[in-house]
């Protein structure tokens, strides 16, 4: 099986909640912002995946968005000219404030492509002094995730927010191909059964999982080199 090895990287998880009616108009621009991003004018953006709205909250969306360096990620809220250009047209759609968590990443990527994928934004508040453990434990997981035993899992991603009232809060972006694919992965499969059956000893209570498409951009060179992997 192959080995995928998480790199180091830097990103968002951002949550909007848009004014009743104006979703579709909110998440055009976000497209619109998503293809500038990633047209090379900046070259650390990674990818950018849209979390869709659900059913039970259909004025919600979500952002995750990576770059290369926090460097990058500060390049680009400055603002620059093309989330600027966003904000000024679209951020007027908004019921409220964005909730934005940035923070280092580790990053698997074993294949990757610009279009619509289906994958979970999941939320963990760890039990205090069981930080290192988990994230040992999901380490392991995404390793084995991405080794070729699930074919069409794309990508996996551990946030660690930068703020210090998210010291014991983590984030998980996982990506792949299809719903189908996800809902073996979330039967669950072997790999993940592994995974459940420690993690509630190092958690300080259920995690937040939020499943749907997600229209998604990815950086060429990025795809190029999974693609190689693989």
């Given at each position: 099986?192959?080995?995928?090895?998480?790199?180091?990287?830097?990103?968002?998880?951002?949550d909007?909640?848009?004014?009743s009616?104006q979703?579709?108009?909110?998440?055009?621009?976000?497209?619109?912002?998503?293809?500038?991003q990633h047209?090379?004018?900046?070259?650390?953006?990674?990818?950018?995946?849209?979390?869709?709205?659900?059913?039970?909250?259909?004025?919600?969306?979500?952002?995750?968005?990576?770059?290369?360096t926090?460097?990058?990620?500060?390049?680009?809220?400055?603002?620059?000219e093309?989330?600027?250009?966003?904000?000024?047209n679209?951020?007027?759609?908004?019921?409220e404030?964005p909730?934005?968590?940035?923070?280092?990443?580790?990053h698997?990527?074993r294949?990757?492509s610009?279009?619509t994928?289906?994958?979970?934004?999941?939320k963990?508040?760890?039990a205090?002094?069981?930080?290192?453990?988990?994230?040992a434990?999901?380490?392991?997981?995404?390793?084995?995730?991405?080794?070729g035993r699930?074919?069409n899992?794309?990508?996996?991603?551990?946030?660690?927010?930068?703020?210090?009232?998210?010291?014991?809060t983590?984030?998980?972006?996982?990506?792949?191909?299809?719903?189908?694919?996800?809902?073996?992965?979330?039967a669950p499969?072997?790999?993940?059964?592994?995974?459940?059956?420690t993690?509630?000893?190092?958690v300080a209570?259920?995690?937040?999982?939020?499943?749907?498409?997600?229209?998604h951009?990815q950086?060429?060179?990025?795809a190029?080199?999974g693609?190689?992997?693989?």
């Amino acid at each position: 099986m192959a080995t995928i090895n998480a790199t180091d990287k830097y990103g968002i998880v951002a949550d909007f909640k848009v004014s009743s009616g104006q979703i579709d108009e909110f998440i055009g621009g976000a497209r619109g912002h998503f293809v500038r991003q990633h047209d090379g004018r900046e070259p650390g953006a990674q990818f950018a995946a849209i979390l869709m709205p659900s059913e039970a909250e259909p004025d919600v969306c979500s952002f995750f968005e990576q770059w290369g360096t926090k460097e990058d990620y500060d390049a680009h809220s400055a603002p620059n000219e093309n989330l600027k250009f966003f904000l000024d047209n679209f951020g007027g759609l908004l019921a409220e404030p964005p909730s934005i968590r940035q923070g280092t990443m580790q990053h698997w990527f074993r294949q990757g492509s610009t279009g619509t994928k289906y994958g979970i934004i999941v939320k963990f508040n760890i039990a205090e002094g069981k930080m290192d453990d988990f994230v040992a434990l999901a380490c392991a997981h995404f390793d084995r995730q991405h080794d070729g035993r699930e074919a069409n899992a794309n990508m996996a991603t551990i946030l660690q927010p930068a703020a210090e009232e998210d010291a014991n809060t983590v984030y998980f972006f996982e990506q792949w191909e299809s719903q189908a694919d996800y809902e073996a992965h979330s039967a669950p499969n072997e790999n993940l059964q592994v995974f459940l059956d420690t993690v509630p000893t190092l958690v300080a209570g259920p995690p937040e999982i939020r499943p749907g498409n997600m229209p998604h951009w990815q950086k060429e060179s990025e795809a190029e080199a999974g693609a190689q992997r693989t």
